[in-house]
């Protein structure tokens, strides 16, 4: 099975990039190595990384929940969070469109330095684990959305975070399950409260479901 490291990068964590790409590349074991920055920045992190990355414009990922996520925003005197809200929602799109079988999401403000495996010899996901992170309206998100509570005593916000594609397309359509004629990403935004700075975060809702799925899952 091959595997994808995705990372969704900005300017402003391109100094800090050029290290963390160099020892991703030595510390996490993948077949290819995708890395999305704003359009007008692919010439500058191409010439700066190392040659295994793929460089692709994030605006290429956008299939109309920008727009939306700046409404919703803005009706909550929040659009100052627009971005860290957009980025988000870009390593989902981005796992839509990988075509390897398992994928791994890599923060690009997280230096690796040393060996990590995020997949054991059956193909499943090892989650690393975060257990400082307690932020109670992530999981109150995931009871609105998915009626599931808080599974393990760690949290799945972390620095890389692993998904099988299988498993990635049956969240997608349990998500457009729940509101027909709705988009995935239609049914996260409308269950978002857009008043706080941080009211959703992918990779502990992703990690959640899978967690609580995973007897189905791994058959």
Known sequence: MATTSITICGDAHFDVWKLTSQLLIENLEADNYLLFVPARSIGKFSQNIPA???VIS????DCGYINILKNRLLQCNNLDRLGWYVQQFHKIQAMINCESEKMIIWDADCVPL???SLFNDFNQPIYMESSY???QPYFEYIERLLKLEKVVPFSFVVPGFPM???WLDIFIKELESL???RTWFEVLLENIDFSLRSGFSETETLGTWSDRKSTRLNS
């Open 52 to 54: 295994q990355f793929e």
């Open 58 to 61: 994030q605006e290429s990922l």
């Open 114 to 116: 040393r060996p990590i």
């Open 133 to 135: 992170e307690t932020y």
């Open 164 to 166: 099988r594609q299988e």
């Open 179 to 181: 509101a027909s004629g």
